[in-house]
């Protein structure tokens, strides 16, 4: 009777992995259409064509270029070997998620880096931590999920490539940069 209870057991966890899985939906696609457009230009006479353009830095808003403007500073640094966003950048932070949810067009691209030490991977992972929390608090503030992308350069973007504690303090940051920056 043991026997029988057993086979039958088995024959029942076998069946129930021998059912498939729903086929699921494949990924999408971003949509990375510009959202500005560059003047109309005449092609052939009474024809006008727009022809969409990226923005470029010279594009950007006044207020994000303009140095004694707070939202002009695209920095955060961290200490070594952490990933949590220091008190003195928060107003910095309030400030990008502000204008981000005052202009529901604009996109910001949040880039972690760190500095040589390490491996490639623990440094990759690391600046993913460190983009995703400025990314996390930005959202938390008013911006919304679409409108801020978090990368990781890990060491591969180096501000500075001396090997002193001050080079490695400016290589330990996040960098934002806004759409036409990048």
Do not use: H
């Amino acid at each position: 009777m043991k026997k029988l209870l057993a086979v039958a057991a088995v024959v029942a966890l076998l069946a129930g992995c021998a059912s498939t899985r729903p086929e699921e939906p494949k990924a999408g696609v971003e949509d990375r259409t510009p959202t500005t457009t560059a003047p109309a230009v005449p092609t052939q006479p009474g024809i006008t064509t727009v022809i969409p353009v990226a923005p470029t830095g010279d594009q950007l808003p006044n207020v994000l270029r303009d140095p004694n403007n707070i939202l002009s500073k695209r920095s955060l640094f961290y200490d070594y070997d952490k990933y949590d966003v220091r008190d003195e950048y928060k107003p910095l932070l309030q400030a990008y998620a502000r204008y981000l949810a005052q202009n529901r067009n604009a996109k910001m691209l949040i880039q972690g880096n760190c500095d040589e030490r390490g491996s490639r991977e623990y440094n990759i992972a690391l600046g993913q931590k460190r983009s995703d929390g400025v990314k996390k608090m930005l959202l938390l503030m008013g911006a919304q999920e679409g409108q801020v992308e978090s990368v990781s350069l890990g060491e591969e973007k180096p501000r500075c490539t001396e090997t002193t504690e001050t080079c490695y303090g400016q290589n330990r940051r996040s960098d934002m940069l806004y759409g036409g920056e990048y």
